[in-house]
């Protein structure tokens, strides 16, 4: 039988930014045409003595509702957008955040600007106007960088206020933040190492406080309530 995961990580964001290619590139240490998802898929990860489960999710507005479902109980959620595309980055903040609001109360957040390759070297020097209509294709025209990393930054920032996380204890957003291409892999290994380094002491620290997700997530609220630091 297989084992129940130890603890879930989401992938959100718009259409088209490249998360079931993240995680391909990741899985499958490949990168190919990918079809728009339906729904969800689900993959596990096997880390050590640890099952992690990793659920893409689909961008499309119409499965939106389905968001807040596989946010439940997550422990990390990697909000992904696209480099090249601005707007990709505001409908994680309008869109996207308020789907976390199931996720466990100390759940992770992950930034990730994704498709770099389209945009190396391109700063300053595109045109003025970025189309708005995007193919879906992974060409390899180059297109302006509307995104910087100090963007994605200063969204960490908001989401941590939005989750009433402290400053002092939020993890810094430089080390949550990454710009990544699943085409030809640049940080991919990095984002997941760095999430699944950083969700391990999650799985202790959830197994120290016993077997129940329900009574688990009430006593992590009331731990966290009565405590006047959580770092
Ligand atoms: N050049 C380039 N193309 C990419 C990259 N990542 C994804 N793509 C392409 O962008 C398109 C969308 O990628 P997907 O991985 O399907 O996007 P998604 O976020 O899963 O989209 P939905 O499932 O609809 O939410 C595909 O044509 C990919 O080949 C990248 O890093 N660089
Ligand atoms: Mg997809």
Redesign the pocket.
Known sequence: MMKKPDLKVV?L?????????????YMERK????????GGAFYLKQLGPYNISIW?????EQFHGLGSMYCRSASAIIL?Y?VGHKQSLLELEERFLGLTDTANSDCLFFVVG?????TDGSEGEGEEESKSERP?????SKVRKQVDIEDAHALYKRIMKYRLVDDSCAPVAEKMCFE?????G?NVDDLFESVFNMVIPLILKKRANGPDDTINLAQSNTEKQSKSGCC
């Open positions: 992938l964001g718009d259409m088209n930014v490249g998360k079931t290619s993240l995680l391909h590139r990168f190919q045409e990918s079809v728009s998802t339906v893409d999710t689909a961008g499309r992904t696209d994704n498709k770099v390759d389209l879906r294709t992974s060409s390899t990544t291409s699943a085409k030809t640049h």
